[in-house]
């Protein structure tokens, strides 16, 4: 019985995944995409979106409006008048809907696959061999195994979360960010490794619902990768105001776990310059960076190339070292960002069919959805320094804004930097309420090449929290009007 063959095959469902294979099939190719049982459903079918949508981006956003509005509840209401005789939050209830969202929109990529015909081939993918003109990855699923054949394979099998070690993971008592999102009560004492992007999102939403938490960080600085004036009003926001307790310059020694009367506590022993120190909590979540997944991918069966990190090597447009071989996401250089591996996927795909698809990687935004949030598209004023770059500068604190003082927020501001001979826009910072939604005018901006004059000049609805970015493109000309 011959092989099954196709245009283009996908390894990995996630983010990068199901969009190459979708816009793949979208240009006429016939398209299969593998993608094994990690995300498994009650009836035992493998879930599509990956990380993302299982145990990432979608549940960690559901919670975090979830906690939001409990803090708010208890802390905001009060501003507008109203009260509460008590205040209570149901964790069991907050899990479930985070799940039937996750449900819901894993079910929807399956119909989409349905609508624009693409095949779902459930099990893991591994690299075989070549024959002829096409490459072959084995299948191998709860029924066994197959061949199938393709002259384009775009790899997209995502990461998985880094573990540290010595410090086992069981996601019940010590969790990454599968367990930190699944946990069954709010713990009165929280610790978090790593005060990236996870450890600071998932601790802000245990925070909200009232746990003790401690970050442990083993860098010196803050939001490192952030705009050094964002991270400083973040440090405030988070300790001061919010009372994260969050500890730079962290070296972790010995993590164990020991009975506390009937429950499980976990110690932590770590270091400070020379003083030691312990943390004594009742949950830990790790969240020190992920992984790239190429193990079991049978590179070695067709030489295909990775780095020391274990990624695959790729071109700036995802090609690797073989013809026909493509990769994409988290498996590759660059931030481990869904909607990266998204553009990437679109671009392979295109490209595959002989179309021109590119990504701009200087426009590509970051988000951290803590509250306030943060997100940034560009270079920060380090990077600018460095380059050697003379820029100009407009800063617009939210405090100056109508629509953010209606909302009882004001926290933050928008930072936007020029270049001072051709005033175009080299990077925009935003903390504050609703920056993920405001930072997609940026992108947009950057990627046209608009100059800050040009984003002066729009017209912006009164009164929006967009007006700050308004504002913030005058302020580089110093010609503000409400600030």
């Not at 949508?53 to 509840?73: F, M, R, T």
């Not at 003109?133 to 699923?141: A, I, N, T």
């Not at 083993?218 to 952030?226: E, N, S, T, V």
């Amino acid at each position: 019985m011959a092989n099954k063959q196709f245009d283009v095959l996908v390894i990995g469902g996630g983010p990068g995944g199901y969009v190459a294979a979708i816009r793949a099939a979208q240009l006429g190719l016939s398209t299969a995409c593998i993608e094994r049982d990690s995300y498994a459903d009650l009836k035992g079918e493998v879930r599509l979106g990956g990380t993302c949508l299982n145990v990432g981006c979608i549940p960690s956003k559901a919670l975090l409006q979830s906690s939001e509005l409990y803090d708010q509840a208890g802390h905001s209401f009060v501003m507008h008048g109203i009260g509460l005789d008590s205040l209570k939050i149901d964790i069991g209830t907050m899990i479930r809907r985070k799940d039937n969202i996750v449900t819901q929109l894993t079910a929807g990529i399956r119909g989409l696959f349905k609508k624009n015909k693409v095949t779902l081939l459930p099990g893991h993918g591994r690299f075989v061999g070549r024959d002829d003109d096409r490459w072959q990855v084995e299948v191998v699923g709860k029924d066994g195994g197959e061949i199938v054949e393709a002259k384009n394979v775009v790899v997209a099998t995502g990461s998985r979360p880094r573990h540290l070690d010595g410090i086992p993971v069981d996601n019940k008592i010590v969790c990454d960010n599968v367990g930190a999102l699944s946990l069954d009560a709010v713990p009165k004492r929280l610790g978090v490794i790593g005060a990236g992007v996870i450890g600071l999102e998932l601790g802000s939403v245990w925070k909200r619902l009232g746990a003790d938490v401690t970050v442990l960080e083993a860098l010196p600085d803050f939001l490192a990768a952030a705009d050094a004036a964002v991270a400083k009003e973040a440090w405030k926001t988070f300790t001061q105001k919010q009372g994260l307790k969050i500890q730079l310059d962290a070296r972790i020694g010995k993590v164990t776990q020991g009975k506390k009367g009937r429950h499980t506590q976990v110690t932590v022993e770590y270091e400070c310059g020379d003083a030691s120190h312990v943390l004594e909590c009742d949950r830990l979540i790790v969240s020190v960076g992920r992984i790239a997944n190429t193990d079991g991918l049978g590179a070695e069966n067709v030489d295909l190339a990775l780095d020391e990190r274990g990624r695959v090597t790729v071109d700036a447009h995802c090609q690797t070292n073989q013809p026909g071989i493509w990769a994409v996401g988290d498996v590759v250089r660059g931030a481990m960002l869904a909607h990266k591996g998204m553009e990437e996927g679109v671009m392979v795909a295109e490209r595959i069919a002989g179309q021109a698809g590119h990504v701009n990687y200087e426009a590509i935004p970051w988000v951290i959805y803590t509250h306030p949030e943060i997100a940034w598209v560009g270079k920060t004023e380090a990077q600018l320094r460095a380059a050697g770059i003379d820029f100009r500068v407009g800063q617009i604190p939210f405090a100056a804004n109508g629509r953010a003082l209606g909302q009882g927020d004001t926290t933050g501001f928008v930072r936007m930097y020029a270049d001072t001979a051709t005033d175009r826009v080299l990077g925009v910072h935003v903390i504050g309420n609703n920056a993920s939604e405001l930072i997609a005018e940026a992108v947009v901006a950057m990627e046209f090449g608009a100059a800050s004059e040009d984003i002066a000049r729009i017209c912006h609805a009164h009164p929006t929290l967009s007006e700050v970015m308004h504002e913030a493109a005058l302020a580089v000309d110093k010609r503000p009007l409400h600030f």
